[in-house]
């Protein structure tokens, strides 16, 4: 099959000359499933990164295909792709009943989390049909025999094939008996913000350091969440004048209803808890995953704020309207799925500057080696260091 994977775009996420919106994983895939021979109504597809595997497939014919796509960019980026093509033939599902019921192939991009791994695997077991085979892929340098033996708790038989292209095929089949109850979402405690993760949100029920460090900034750190609370103890970090609090904490009288963003939200650690401190804001939380979106809603019910947060499927903010957000939180990734890559967090700084009103405030945590204040200077404003450590910096941004 001669299909134009070239004409495939990875718009609306990051494009430059080293990413691709394809590679050797997808088309082993395509050939493996085109060599079993099983109807797409019976074929479900997960983590296209960008369509090539259900566009390649819908192609040579198969029609029905059912696909899960935890990125908003990636169901994008499938819809424009599919347009451009002029291809049909699929169905965007989320990962559930819907989506796996009476599948007998699922295709699967290998994600990076094991949790994440593991939340597919038992949901192909729980709902596709008996007979059902999974074939996953990935490029061979990020493959580990771990994700074999999560594959392994959930299928009877799992055998990894020969490597090709520099990438690899794992096929599952024979699925286990399931637990009464999915494994996912989990659920954590930290003093006094409690944690809802699905399998593919970032650092799962844990409270990650860079959040961790950003709260603790704000004042929002430890069991009482208290809007005076200030980082203690010997060797504490380097900050901005005490004299000059951070306005995001202690408000500067502005807006009687501030309206807060989290942007790129997570789990939810950051909306949840300045919610939690301050009950007269409207919070935003928004991300592009779909699993960080589950569960940032479940950790807004779980800390009873789920009436003042409002959780949004978005990418970078694109739904929320121009000049509408008194104050954007930040803790951006540096990664695009494998590849080593500023230009996400790019992306949200120009997404701040976008949504926040003249005199609005983003504050933002990100690795000191990455020396990011110029940069949001240039899209945002007049930026200030808040405090610094050797491995993290919070900085805010007043907007022009």
Same mark, same amino acid.
């Given at each position: 099959m001669d299909f134009p994977y070239s004409r495939l775009r990875r718009w609306p996420d990051v494009e430059a000359d080293n990413l691709q919106a394809h590679d050797a994983t997808d088309l082993l895939l395509v050939e493996r /499933?085109?060599?079993? !021979? +099983?109807?797409?109504?019976?074929?479900?597809?997960? #983590?296209?990164?960008?369509? $090539?595997?259900?566009?390649?497939?819908?192609? /040579?014919?198969?029609? !029905? +295909?059912?696909?899960?796509?935890?990125?908003?960019? #990636?169901?994008?980026?499938? $819809?424009?792709?599919?347009?451009?093509?002029?291809?049909a033939g699929f169905s965007a599902h989320e990962l559930d009943a819907v989506l796996l019921g009476g599948a007998r192939l699922v295709l699967l991009q290998l994600p990076k989390a094991l949790a994440e791994l593991d939340e597919i695997a038992d949901a192909v077991a729980r709902w596709a049909a008996p007979d059902v085979v999974l074939v996953a892929g990935g490029r061979v340098k990020h493959m580990t025999i771990a994700q074999n033996e999560v594959l392994g708790r959930r299928f009877a038989h799992v055998q990894a094939q020969h490597a090709e292209r520099k990438s690899r095929l794992v096929v599952a089949s024979e699925p286990r008996p399931v637990p009464a109850e999915p494994p996912f979402p989990v659920t954590a405690q930290h003093e006094g913000l409690v944690l809802v993760a699905h399998g593919g949100a970032f650092a799962g029920a844990k409270l990650d350091i860079?959040?961790?460090?950003?709260?603790?900034?704000l004042g929002l750190g430890g069991s009482q969440l208290s809007i005076d609370a200030t980082p203690q103890g010997e060797g504490?970090?380097?900050?901005?004048?005490?004299?000059?609090?951070?306005?995001?904490?202690?408000?500067?009288?502005?807006?009687?209803?501030p309206?807060?963003?989290?942007?790129?939200?997570?789990t939810g650690a950051l909306a949840a808890s300045y919610a939690l401190a301050h009950p007269d804001a409207r919070v935003i939380a928004?991300?592009?995953?779909?699993?960080?979106?589950?569960?940032?809603r479940a950790t807004a019910a779980a800390n009873g704020v789920?009436?003042?947060?409002?959780?949004?499927?978005?990418?970078?903010?694109?739904?929320?309207?121009?000049?509408?957000?008194?104050?954007?939180?930040?803790?951006?990734?540096?990664?695009l799925g494998t590849s080593v890559h500023t230009g996400a967090a790019t992306r949200l700084f120009e997404a701040a500057a976008r949504i926040l009103r003249p005199g609005g405030e983003l504050v933002t945590v990100y690795n000191s080696s990455l020396g990011y204040r110029g940069e949001l200077t240039r899209l945002v404003g007049i930026t200030e260091q808040l405090q610094r450590t050797p491995k993290f910096t919070v900085t805010r941004s007043v907007r022009r």
């Open positions: /499933a085109l060599s079993l !021979g +099983i109807d797409g109504g019976e074929t479900v597809v997960i #983590g296209d990164d960008y369509g $090539a595997i259900t566009l390649a497939l819908a192609a /040579a014919g198969l029609d !029905g +295909i059912r696909v899960h796509q935890d990125l908003a960019t #990636g169901r994008r980026a499938l $819809a424009r792709n599919a347009d451009e093509l002029g291809l860079g959040t961790r460090f950003l709260l603790e900034v504490a970090p380097e900050t901005a004048d005490p004299g000059n609090p951070c306005c995001v904490v202690n408000g500067d009288g502005s807006s009687p209803t309206t807060v963003v989290d942007l790129g939200c997570g928004t991300d592009r995953s779909a699993a960080a979106v589950a569960s940032a789920a009436d003042r947060v409002t959780v949004m499927h978005d990418d970078a903010g694109s739904q929320i309207a121009d000049g509408s957000a008194d104050v954007v939180l930040l803790n951006p990734p540096f990664h």
